[in-house]
């Protein structure tokens, strides 16, 4: 057996960072994309990096390019990075900010899936990073829940075109990140009901939301692929 490999985008803070850690914790090669490499990550051997701003589709694909030229074979796949912005009414949400979080949430991820069915890169297990907000529709979430919505149903697509690869979109909790105290935290939870359950709801720390669904990768492909999965209800 040769050394695990795994790839993640979004590994600036919060949930990605934490990804990067615990897997090269556990041996693994990391493969990441993302606009910032962490200091402490920056003289690991073990981590190969590829500066890329997935707000910028085209540029994605040739840093997929730069970042796997040569890999035949991923073990796993984490599609991580997301972005929030501030919780306001959809009626309030100008569609550029919309299209923003479509772009990264959503059509970022699809460029990185036909990177790895056109360049034929044997990916077992995909998971994309979706969230309770593409469900539950509460008041605030504007283009986030819609984002996140339609990367479960991305998700669940490609799962009927890559017939060898076990793809999941996977709601991790609630987990105290830089973006969830920025943009709800901080957020008035009278007018936004759901800021005030968040607040008063347990959350983890981006490390033990990593170790928890790292854990969970193996049950993870018990359930159909294209699923859309939230870890509180495995």
Same mark, same amino acid.
């Given at each position: 057996? &040769?050394?695990?490999?795994?790839?993640?985008?979004?590994?600036? !803070?919060?949930?990605?960072?934490?990804?990067?850690?615990?897997?090269?914790?556990?041996?693994?090669?990391? +493969?990441?994309?993302?606009?910032?490499?962490?200091?402490?990550?920056?003289?690991? !051997? %073990?981590?190969?990096?590829?500066?890329?701003?997935?707000?910028?589709l085209e *540029?994605?694909?040739?840093?997929?390019?730069?970042?796997?030229?040569?890999?035949?074979?991923?073990?796993?796949?984490?599609?991580?990075? &997301?972005?929030?912005?501030?919780?306001?009414?959809?009626?309030? *949400?100008?569609?550029?900010?919309?299209?923003?979080?479509?772009?990264?949430?959503?059509?970022?991820?699809?460029?990185?899936?036909?990177?790895?069915?056109?360049?034929?890169?044997?990916?077992?297990?995909?998971?994309?990073?979706?969230? &309770?907000?593409?469900?539950?529709?509460?008041? &605030?979430w504007h283009? +986030?829940?819609?984002?996140k919505a339609?990367?479960?149903?991305?998700?669940? @697509? +490609?799962?009927? %075109?890559?017939?060898?690869?076990?793809?999941?979109?996977?709601? =991790?909790?609630?987990?105290?990140?830089?973006?969830?105290?920025?943009?709800? @935290?901080? $957020?008035?939870?009278?007018?936004?009901?759901?800021?005030?359950?968040?607040?008063?709801?347990?959350?983890?720390? =981006?490390?033990?939301? $990593?170790?928890?669904?790292?854990?969970? @990768?193996?049950?993870?492909?018990?359930?159909?692929?294209?699923?859309?999965?939230?870890?509180?209800?495995?």
């Amino acid at each position: 057996m &040769g050394v695990k490999s795994v790839f993640i985008t979004g590994i600036g !803070s919060g949930l990605g960072k934490a990804f990067a850690q615990r897997f090269l914790e556990k041996g693994y090669k990391v +493969y990441a994309l993302s606009r910032h490499l962490p200091d402490c990550l920056k003289n690991n !051997s %073990e981590i190969k990096f590829q500066f890329c701003d997935l707000q910028a589709l085209e *540029t994605i694909y040739p840093a997929a390019e730069r970042l796997l030229e040569g890999i035949e074979n991923l073990d796993v796949a984490i599609l991580n990075a &997301g972005f929030l912005t501030e919780l306001k009414d959809i009626h309030d *949400t100008p569609i550029y900010e919309m299209n923003l979080m479509m772009d990264i949430n959503v059509w970022a991820n699809k460029v990185i899936l036909d990177y790895l069915i056109d360049k034929k890169i044997k990916t077992p297990q995909i998971v994309a990073i979706s969230s &309770g907000a593409s469900v539950n529709g509460n008041r &605030g979430w504007h283009g +986030y829940s819609i984002s996140k919505a339609a990367l479960n149903m991305l998700i669940k @697509l +490609y799962s009927r %075109e890559m017939e060898d690869t076990h793809l999941i979109a996977l709601a =991790p909790g609630l987990i105290l990140t830089p973006m969830l105290e920025k943009f709800v @935290l901080s $957020a008035d939870e009278e007018k936004f009901p759901s800021v005030k359950r968040i607040k008063n709801a347990p959350k983890m720390t =981006p490390e033990e939301a $990593a170790e928890k669904i790292i854990n969970l @990768l193996p049950k993870l492909k018990k359930f159909e692929s294209g699923s859309y999965l939230d870890v509180r209800k495995i």
